[in-house]
């Protein structure tokens, strides 16, 4: 008899939450936190914060699309308020997010946690700020920790968690909830240091990357290339450690030790010091990257970045590993937060709308096409969507029971493009205790004429047992109604076809 | 009326190379060469070498295997030689990855340089060693360059070249050329210093990361976790510099770099000292890698790592950005390189067989099985070898005429599990001036019950005009000869079928 969380709260994650500063850092927690179903109150002096969050929504939107073929919940709300008292009224976590200044951070933070309850959570994104120097104005500084997030924030999934000196035991451990819940990798620091770990390993290699390019060994895009070409696709996959005892062979970690470690006091590395940032140096850098930008906007740029981005978090998720296994989760967690449409819009007006998509640019061919086989993922995920709005959900599958597809028959009736929004209609031809015959129309937005046709004969299966076998009273009753309901239809054209010159 | 090279060399590629050492280095280069139709002779005192080379081509095989569905050159021949001037006879290269002591490369390449024609090409893999230094004791020290790899050697694309004092000015680019026809991204540093561009970046993280274990705020794990949950991801897309532009917001390079400038004197980073490698910190490092590791050993981890790779260089490539370009690239050289079937077994004695794979594991759905629509990318593959086959190659497609499906029937009558090897038996069912009827039966090795069949009706195209068009002679010819043979087949039970309770 436990208590169930409020549907618009998710099992951990908060129904709204307080931002200070909307720049690239503050305007991407507020997309993360919006798209996850979130109330965000922002907070930022600048006038344009409003446009730039947008703007980062925009993009969050787009990504998100593309990343997850399942409903996300509703949108949460974006309010702008005028000060650090208002962001921090009514929510369950503040965010911080100013410039690297400590005392502009410390008065936010004192500001905003006077006017909040003493439950809410405080979090700042600092790079490398100590939380402790950052928790001294604050009322009740023991809610406080560090959760130092990456750019692009809504698709990055690492958060540095780091407590200072007055932090309570449990503060880390509730952030980390809440960030879990809206799709995040919480990672806490066992003891607090400047620059936390990401940006130690951050800032060595922006340093040695300003020395190379200040002395001319290579320009800004051939270190990007050595990296990107290189050891950055490890990087996504293993880190450091990990990768150096593959490097050691069979022999593993100790012998690489051994081995390389001698090779560490070689002079390959400059000096601490940086190069100083003179206006020809400046010139040179901001030249050459204006060259590798090659005319592409920031913003063209920030969509390629986020397009590759979702085609590697999508690589790593069907490999289970790394940021992959973040993806999963938050799908599992939104499968729940996203209730099942209900069974009352049963209602026998026409085919079925339960399906939409984008088609994203990963889809497309040499040909600038879809590719054939992706018109069965559309056909597929539209199955999914009624296989879901009959009762075929989580639990369901869980218990061994499901719908496999046993024939299919796809008429190709118009090209699709990147970046074309589809919908499917669908209507059940038929069935039987043991048998579902599904026909979708797929057309795009606006249009009549369909693109596609998608023709399916699934069968119940126990999966344990690997033989079909009758469905469930709860799911065979949710089926005789709609096709009951769908019989009263026209007959699609193109159901029943063959194959013949 | 110009020569064409011959078939087992590709237009730029090597036909033999020889290789001073195989560890993990000088195997994978093995790998590399003998998967890109390259005979290798292999000189390593260790009488262990033979093993780990396998083991590595093994891990090779399965890689590529996953990594494209083109056909592949016929593998080259690997021969162990019992010294280095052997290696160096009748080969374009001799590639050195002996371990990193100065001495013992200058000898190997002396003696190799000796042996060889002065044409042949000569190149280190060293990760740090001046080029200047490694070339003192060569015959023709004018064809020596370093080209330094990164592990796995078969999979990543990068290739740093570095000249030397008295390397001649074409040797580079000989190099480039070479490296670049076996699927390779060379990158020439501008002028020579120690440790090359990606060691200074890679010893410099490196460096901070054994201070972060040294000093227990984080584990290795946790390190590694850091990288590859957070900026890892950022790193494989667009390296250091673009990743920053885009930190900048819509304000740019420029603006980041004044903004961020003075943190980098913030006392964020451990000095350039390495934390001593006592017993105790090697203990350390080892017993947590070993839990990292968690029984994996390193031939597991090497897979894992060479899975997630070939799906991040696949998501890269069909975004069209970084290292997918290189694989891209590369496909294409495959085109040319692997001929097409001969038109002489047109024979007719039953369906043709062109098309086999071996399911990589990011088919799989989360029930263990092969995704529905990726049953389609093996019929999809399969009609594509077919097209091929009939003389639709990348020529005439370019030339803006192709097939394109329009109507598709599957019967899906077992299921997939990763690793399995599958073939496609395909008939032609029909065919008029425009249109092909195929039909494709997918069993596994070694099985006579059908996996699925596929049952296509495809209609050629004027892609430009963007309308159906007649086939061009030349292909219509081996279509009506392929229609006129299979017609004396038995017509498939499946074929014409229609969806019906």
Not at 42 to 62: I, T
Not at 313 to 330: E, I, M, N, P, S
Not at 356 to 373: A, F, K, L, Q
């Amino acid at each position: 008899m436990s208590h169930a969380p409020p549907p618009s709260e998710g099992p951990l994650g908060p129904s709204s939450v307080g931002l200070l500063g909307g720049g690239v850092i503050g305007g991407g927690w507020a997309a993360r936190f919006l798209l996850n179903g979130v109330d965000v109150k922002l907070y930022d002096p600048d006038p344009e914060a409003s446009r730039h969050v947008g703007r980062l929504l925009d993009n969050a939107r787009r990504a998100y699309a593309k990343l997850t073929a399942l409903p996300l919940p509703r949108e949460g709300s974006l309010t702008i308020v005028d000060s650090p008292e208002e962001a921090a009224v009514g929510v369950q976590l503040v965010q911080e997010s100013a410039p690297e200044r400590l005392e502009l951070k410390q008065r936010l933070l004192a500001a905003a946690s006077a006017a909040a309850g003493p439950e809410v959570l405080f979090s700042s994104s600092t790079s490398g700020l100590r939380p402790s120097l950052l928790q001294t104005e604050m009322e009740h500084p023991e809610r406080f920790t560090v959760g130092h997030p990456f750019n692009p924030v809504y698709l990055l999934p690492l958060v540095e968690l780091c407590a200072g000196e007055r932090t309570a035991a449990e503060t880390v451990g509730r952030a980390a909830a809440l960030y879990r819940a809206v799709g995040m990798h919480p990672l806490a620091l066992r003891h607090e240091i400047d620059g936390f770990i990401a940006d130690r390993l951050l800032e060595a290699l922006w340093r040695e990357a300003l020395w190379l390019v200040h002395d001319d060994v290579a320009t800004v895009a051939e270190v990007d290339d050595v990296v990107r070409y290189g050891a950055g696709l490890r990087w996504a996959i293993m880190g450091t450690f990990l990768t150096y005892r593959l490097a050691g062979g069979e022999a593993g970690m100790r012998a690489f030790m051994e081995h390389f470690g001698p090779a560490l006091a070689l002079p390959w590395t400059k000096l601490v010091d940086v190069p100083e940032l003179t206006l020809d140096f400046l010139d040179k850098v901001a030249h050459q990257s204006d060259a590798q930008a090659a005319g592409r906007s920031v913003a063209e740029l920030e969509r390629e970045r986020d397009d590759a981005l979702v085609a590697i978090l999508q690589a790593l998720r069907a490999r289970g590993t790394g940021a992959g296994l973040t993806v999963a989760a938050w799908e599992r967690g939104l499968l729940d937060v996203v209730p099942a449409p209900p069974a009352a819009s049963l209602d026998g007006d026409g085919p079925l709308a339960l399906y939409s998509r984008e088609i994203p640019p990963d889809w497309i061919d040499y040909n600038g096409h879809v590719t054939e086989s992706r018109y069965l993922d559309l056909l597929g995920e539209a199955t999914d969507a009624l296989l879901r709005y009959i009762g075929v959900d989580s639990s369901y599958v869980g218990a061994g029971r499901s719908y496999y597809t046993v024939e299919t028959h796809i008429s190709h009736l118009g090209q699709l493009y990147a970046g074309d929004r589809v919908h499917a209609a669908t209507q059940v031809l038929g069935s039987d205790d043991k048998r579902l015959h599904l026909f979708h129309v797929i057309t795009r937005l606006g249009e009549e004429a369909p693109v596609a046709t998608g023709e399916h004969m699934l069968v119940h299966v126990d999966a344990t047992a690997g033989r079909a076998a009758p469905v469930r009273e709860e799911v065979r009753r949710r089926v005789e109604a709609l096709a009951a309901a769908h019989a009263a239809l026209p007959r699609p054209g193109r159901a029943g076809r063959r194959i013949t010159l």
